[in-house]
């Protein structure tokens, strides 16, 4: 029976919840952040998350702690995030695979909506490279030797699922060329066979290729962005290059597990927005250290609109100098699940050996 007493009671504690979350929030963090990394150390997901952890760790004062975990396309390290106690400590850098491994792999232990989107990060484009000793010196160079040499021509991935598989396979299918697909576990890896060429050519990030090309190591011959790329406007579109409509870019979002309090996401989100524009300030910018990498505010308006309009505007706010978090968490959510949608409509997932069902 629910007396008088009991009913104040209720009412006492439910008006003490709100009150509970806010005080948990501000206690937060009680220890070390575990900052998930879909995969190994050396390629550009994991600078990004190193110069984020550095800086996040001064503002909080407790060390933020990189965890790579590369495999399955992301899988390993999404697994991970979603199981995670869901109390701030522990926030994954998610990328393209979170919203489209479902498709690759058949079935995943997590929902890519469960997740608290917390800040989109960066967003720049993938780089089509050639090993120096390749004889395709341009795009229809490279499309007419793949032509050549049906069936013996490969192309090195950082993993099933992910936007350097993805585009490979969109390249195939728009330049009607055949590659065999040879995954490897981030771009570091990659990097290391495609410099002596036993393997062909890479659609990899710029992040962890461009230094290579300026050194000398590889010949780059196009970004996989609709327009070209402020930080290397010499290097042409694949678009441009003889595939119109080709586009295929890279993205990081930081996200915390199910569950974890709208407090302490709206705090993170606060203080990554903080922290961007802290080392903006300074002259530091992650394109200052690993070259091509966009931190872009990605707003309300930025989130709207086309494919196009979108990179655009993604490649202005960095001409721009602009840094920051989505002002609404909820266009993240929806980014999230959506940036696959171009890969799936046009069946490149079910080509690169997805189910179909």
């Known amino acids: 029976m629910i007396t008088r007493r009991r009913l104040l009671r209720f009412a006492t504690l439910a008006g003490a919840v709100p009150a509970w979350r806010a005080a948990r929030a501000q206690a937060w963090p009680s220890r070390y952040i575990r900052l998930v990394v879909p995969f190994p150390p050396g390629g550009g997901t994991d600078a990004v998350a190193r110069i984020l952890a550095n800086r996040l760790s001064e503002v909080w004062g407790q060390q933020v702690v990189i965890e790579n975990r590369g495999g399955a396309g992301g899988n390993m390290a999404f697994d991970t995030a979603a199981r995670a106690e869901p109390d701030g400590h522990t926030m994954l850098i998610a990328a393209i695979g979170i919203g489209i491994n479902r498709y690759l792999y058949g079935s995943v232990n997590y929902e890519v909506a469960d997740f608290a989107p917390v800040s989109l990060i960066c967003v720049f484009p993938n780089l089509m490279a050639v090993p120096n000793s390749s004889p395709a010196k341009s795009v229809q160079e490279f499309i007419a030797y793949a032509k050549a040499n049906r ?158 309009q979108m990179m655009r505007a993604m490649v202005d706010a960095s001409a721009a100098g602009r840094v920051g978090t989505p002002d609404d968490i909820a266009n993240l959510a929806s980014f999230l699940v959506s940036e696959g949608a171009g890969f799936i409509s046009g069946q490149v997932i079910y080509v690169a050996g997805g189910p179909k069902d």
Do not use: C
């Open 151 to 308: 069936g013996r021509v490969t192309y090195g991935s950082s993993g099933t699922g992910t936007s350097t598989h993805l585009a490979g396979e969109l390249f195939k299918r728009m330049a009607g060329v055949e590659l065999t697909h040879v995954p490897y576990r981030g771009v570091a890896p990659v990097i290391n066979d495609l410099i002596p060429g036993r393997v062909d050519v890479t659609f990899n990030t710029i992040g962890g290729l461009l230094p290579q090309v300026r050194a000398g190591n590889l010949r780059a011959l196009a970004v996989t962005t609709p327009q070209r790329f402020p930080s290397v406007p010499e290097i042409p579109t694949i678009a441009e290059s003889g595939l119109p409509g080709f586009r295929s870019i890279t993205w990081f979002a930081l996200v915390a597990p199910p569950g974890t309090p709208a407090a302490i996401v709206d705090k993170i989100n606060a203080d990554v927005t903080a922290a961007f524009r802290d080392l903006a300030g300074k002259g530091i910018r992650i394109n200052a250290i690993s070259p091509g990498i966009i931190s872009t505010a990605m707003g309300r308006q930025e989130l709207e609109g086309d494919s196009g």
